[in-house]
């Protein structure tokens, strides 16, 4: 392939509607990251296997990636298949794509597809969202109030943000008053607000850093979210957006967490090193929670945790550490708001939930067979389960051969084989054409090439820009990888 050749396809790629399957596969072909992301994903043993005639209706419950990707593997896996989908959503939207969105790199059109074009032909779609689960009577209740029974369940339905938690917030709020999310959008409807207003946000606070250096917080809320990697992406980002034409502000990154990325030290060294020195605007405020906002004076009230040294302990021959709480209050002339998360409220007011402990009310699966600890025909995938990584799109992208094989294994009454590893994906984005691709799982770093797992690089850029998107399209979402 010519320089000509590649710039028309990299051209291409920017729009899904006009790069078809065979030019997707052509530009990843010409890409050793995505040959490498395709040799690992062969080997699938769901991938190589014969049809299984094993019989049962399945219920798969959301339309997000971790939905799709399930009933494409699993309408294929079967000779006879029976499956339904449950969902409201006749838009599909690559929700990574909304921080390119923020960055000015994506339009919404970029991001979004008719569901319809990603639905495998013969499964039946319900466009309704499941109100309750009735797992005892195997069965279960739409908003709509029509009741479907199943065999086997798979539960995909994401997770739900919440705005109200933050007192004094609504969602009214957000592009208002500088305020900004790139989370917000409603999957229902198939918009993707967060991410356009955040672009206009990038380019006010350029507006206002002419006139000076405005105050700008990023924060991240207690509970998990999805792509942990997104509020920094979004710092980082918008910090770069004024460097390159000179201009500064002053951030705060104010996280409930302790560190920058305390999964693979390698990347919170470079993160605390080379990046956050590299914009020298950036103040860290650890163990603080958004807690409310007054909206009207801009000021943010975050909850700081910490310990002070107590007494010393002769027995224990350590110094007592005692846990401390206060309110701090922070003016901002732009803030970025990371919502608070949870599963959604079907999960939580059911018994499919975590019944106690730090993932109550998330899908109580084993960690690797993903197959739910108390009830033995359903399984869950996606950003549902509450298991201790795993809430990112290539999470679900290993997590779909795990769930179909053991689903399969479990209706022919076999020995689940299959097992997740924990597997997550951040590709941190550092400044405007730097990544870092930081790749973990349960036991720590999982590298898929042999680079130094903390460098940002601008490969990573180009493979995220303009290879994933059509990655997706044409290969995750069609089950093929």
């Not at 995220?464 to 093929?480: C, E, S």
Request: with cysteine; glycine share 10%.
């Amino acid at each position: 392939m010519d320089t000509k050749d590649l710039k028309s396809l990299l051209k291409k790629s920017k729009n899904a509607e006009m790069l078809s399957r065979r030019d997707a596969l052509k530009l990843m072909g010409i890409s050793p990251i995505a040959a490498g992301v395709l040799a690992s994903t062969s080997s699938s043993s769901i991938a190589s296997a014969e049809a299984s005639d094993a019989t049962g209706k399945v219920v798969i419950v959301g339309a997000g990636a971790g939905g799709i990707m399930a009933a494409a593997r699993l309408n294929r896996a079967l000779s006879n298949p029976d499956i339904t989908l449950i969902a409201p959503n006749e838009v599909h939207l690559y929700q990574p794509g909304q921080i390119f969105m923020a960055a000015g790199e994506y339009t919404f059109d970029d991001i979004s597809k008719d569901n319809a074009d990603l639905v495998p032909d013969g499964v039946t779609w319900i466009k309704d969202e499941v109100k309750t689960f009735d797992p005892d009577n195997n069965k279960v209740i739409t908003r709509g109030g029509e009741t479907i029974d199943y065999d086997y369940l798979i539960v995909a339905t994401g997770l739900q943000y919440h705005y109200e938690w933050i007192q004094g917030l609504s969602v009214d709020d957000i592009g208002k008053n500088g305020i900004s999310s790139v989370y917000l959008n409603n999957l229902e409807k198939g918009t993707a607000e967060g991410g356009s207003i955040t672009h206009q946000w990038f380019k006010d606070l350029h507006e206002a850093a002419k006139d000076g250096n405005p105050k700008v917080i990023c924060t991240q809320p207690g509970t998990p979210i999805k792509c942990g990697g997104a509020p920094q992406k979004i710092l980082y980002l918008s910090d770069d957006y004024l460097k390159r034409d000179g201009l500064t502000a002053d951030f705060t990154f104010a996280t409930n967490g302790g560190k920058l990325f305390g999964a693979v030290p390698a990347v919170d060294a470079t993160l605390n090193n080379e990046v956050q020195p590299r914009y020298g605007n950036i103040t860290n405020k650890f163990k603080h929670n958004l807690v409310s906002i007054d909206v009207q004076n801009k000021v943010a009230t975050f909850e700081h945790n910490y310990e002070v040294q107590g007494s010393y302990d002769e027995d224990l021959e350590e110094y007592e550490m005692i846990a401390k709480k206060e309110l701090v209050e922070m003016e901002y002339d732009f803030i970025h708001i990371v919502p608070p998360m949870s599963a959604p409220d079907a999960v939580v007011n059911s018994p499919l939930g975590w019944q106690k402990g730090s993932a109550k009310g998330w899908l109580e699966v084993d960690r690797e067979t993903l197959q739910h600890r108390r009830y033995a025909n359903v399984f869950g995938i996606g950003d549902i389960c509450g298991i201790p990584l795993g809430k990112t799109g290539g999470s679900a992208r290993h997590q779909a051969p795990v769930v179909v094989g053991n689903l399969i294994a479990q209706m022919e009454s076999k020995a689940l084989q299959e097992k997740f590893d924990g597997y997550t994906v951040c590709p941190l984005k550092t400044q405007y054409g730097k990544i870092i691709l930081a790749e973990f799982n349960y036991d720590g770093p999982a590298p898929s090439f042999p680079l130094d797992i903390g460098k940002p690089r601008w490969i990573w850029w180009a493979f995220d820009l303009y290879m994933l998107k059509p990655m997706y399209w044409y290969l995750m979402m069609r089950g093929l990888m």
